[in-house]
């Protein structure tokens, strides 16, 4: 048995050996079928001594982008070509909306698309396609930016949803585009002296912080063509009418020159909203004004009430629009308008009370008139003649007509109404004695002419008549506001 081991041992080794060999042959020959299915039937043709093509650095996983721009190997806190010309950046402007208009802070809110170009030799790179890299806000950080900002603005953000709204694109060659979304606040210059019919022209500018025209020169890309709009824009106010671009330099007195270029763009307001809540209530107000013209003059409640209720709304329209209006020193469209229309009604509040004096004046006279003569009938016992060129005296028994008083001395009587007592240049005065007495009767002429009276009276008809005040005021108050409307409307909408 002992002899029989090593026999078996031997045979065992011999026939592991022979397998393994076998396995590597198979492998050898799976590895070439891979190779050659890889490497295409151009391999097969040319064999081995084809040129393998170099690899393209910017597909190189292993590699890092610091590594790649070779980030770590320059100081990036300078700018490009250091101490040499002023580098050019090219800028271009995509609005994305135009969200607010406020005449109260006189400023606007614009979201944008703000793009830099310019050249960083020192970010080439090597790449046999000729293909960018681009990368996010993180690497921005640990280069070189320009450093432009919005003149004028009270706030701005850089979106960060969900991360930060920043692109960095890097051509071999060292072009470098920056992009960035931005929303900015700015202050916009108005003239509200035309509001509501007026045109306002705003402009966003952006101007580099640190660096003046020596160092770095902002221009538009492509001129007028670098602005581009959504046309999906629109505001609930204005009409944008366009857009365009501008540049120049300005100048500060410790710092010099810096290039600023300038976004502009032109508003047009709409003037519907305005009818509906500022001109057609303030006009039916006026009109409802002129309805106290046909009350009756004796109605006091009525006419007060309502000249007061026309009043007060008109304050109320005024002290609307003011609110949402910005505080200027100058008087702006609308103000005239509004103004002139409280006039009017505050005028029909007046004229009532006019026709209230004058009625209350002339009815006092009146019966001071009849009470003056009551008391000099009674107090006179004989027939006065003072201060009357002609005075005649007849005594008449208790029965008389009034054909006996027309007759006397050639004279006529009438009947003694408070407006006939003025105008009549003969004067009559009785006083009925119980029956069975007499009745004394005074007649008296003045030497002034009736054509001289009439005439005084006739100047003083429309005073002393309080209809005829409300009938020229039926008239006259229309009138006026209409040929005010006519004025108002030809001058500013010929101006607009």
Not at 3 to 31: D, S
Not at 88 to 115: A, C, H, K, N, W
Not at 232 to 244: A, N, T
Not at 390 to 414: C, F, H, K, P, V
């Amino acid at each position: 048995m002992p002899y029989l081991t090593k026999p078996l041992l031997l045979l065992f080794c011999l026939v592991l050996t022979g397998e393994c060999r076998k396995h590597g042959h198979r492998i050898r020959r799976w590895t070439g079928t891979v190779e050659t299915a890889r490497n295409g039937p151009e391999s097969e043709k040319h064999g081995p001594s084809l040129a393998k093509k170099p690899p393209d650095v910017t597909k190189n996983r292993k590699l890092k982008s610091d590594q790649l721009l070779k980030v770590d190997d320059h100081d990036f806190t300078m700018r490009p070509a250091f101490g040499g010309p002023a580098i050019p950046v090219g800028v271009d402007v995509q609005v994305e909306s135009l969200d607010s208009i406020s005449e109260v802070d006189m400023d606007f809110t614009m979201t944008l698309y703000l793009r830099h170009y310019w050249k960083d030799e020192r970010l080439a790179f090597t790449s046999s396609t000729n293909k960018s890299m681009t990368f996010d806000g993180r690497l921005v950080k640990k280069i070189w930016v320009p450093d432009v900002f919005f003149v004028h603005s009270k706030r701005s953000f850089i979106h960060d949803t969900t991360t930060d709204n920043i692109m960095l694109r890097v051509f071999p060659d060292g072009h470098v585009l920056y992009s960035l979304r931005v929303t900015v606040t700015a202050a916009c210059n108005m003239d509200f002296s035309r509001f509501p019919l007026d045109t306002q022209t705003c402009s966003l500018e952006l101007e580099s912080y640190a660096y003046t025209d020596e160092d770095l020169m902002l221009y538009w890309k492509s001129g007028d063509e670098s602005l581009s709009t959504d046309d999906r824009i629109s505001l609930s106010q204005f009409l944008i009418q366009k857009f365009h671009t501008t540049s120049r330099l300005a100048f500060y007195s410790s710092t010099g020159w810096y290039n600023r270029l300038y976004i502009n763009f032109t508003l047009r307001r709409h003037i519907f909203f305005f009818l509906l809540q500022t001109y057609f209530p303030a006009t039916l107000m006026v009109m409802l004004s002129w309805v106290s013209f046909w009350i009756d003059r004796r109605a006091v409640p009525a006419r007060v009430s309502l000249g007061i209720t026309t009043v007060l709304t008109m304050s109320t329209i005024i002290t609307g629009v003011n609110a949402s209006m910005p505080r200027v020193s100058y008087i702006k469209a609308v103000d005239i308008y509004l103004w002139v229309s409280f006039v009017f009604v505050f005028l029909s509040v007046l004229e009532y009370a006019a026709v209230n004096y004058l009625s209350t004046v002339q009815d006092r006279r009146e019966r001071k008139m009849r009470d003056e003569m009551r008391e000099r009938a009674r107090s006179q016992s004989l027939p006065c003649n003072c201060g009357m060129s002609q005075t005649r005296t007849m005594i008449l028994d208790g029965t008389y007509s009034e054909a006996d008083t027309n007759s006397l001395a050639g004279y006529t009587s009438g009947h003694m109404g408070p407006e006939e007592d003025v105008e009549m240049p003969r004067e009559v005065m009785t006083e009925k004695q119980p029956p069975g007495e007499h009745m004394v009767v005074h007649l008296s002429v003045s030497s002034e002419s009736t054509a001289t009276k009439k005439k005084g009276i006739r100047a003083l008809s429309i005073i002393q008549n309080t209809h005829t005040i409300d009938k020229y005021s039926r008239m006259l108050f229309p009138g006026s506001y209409i040929l005010f409307n006519i004025i108002y409307w030809c001058s500013y909408c010929i101006g607009a």
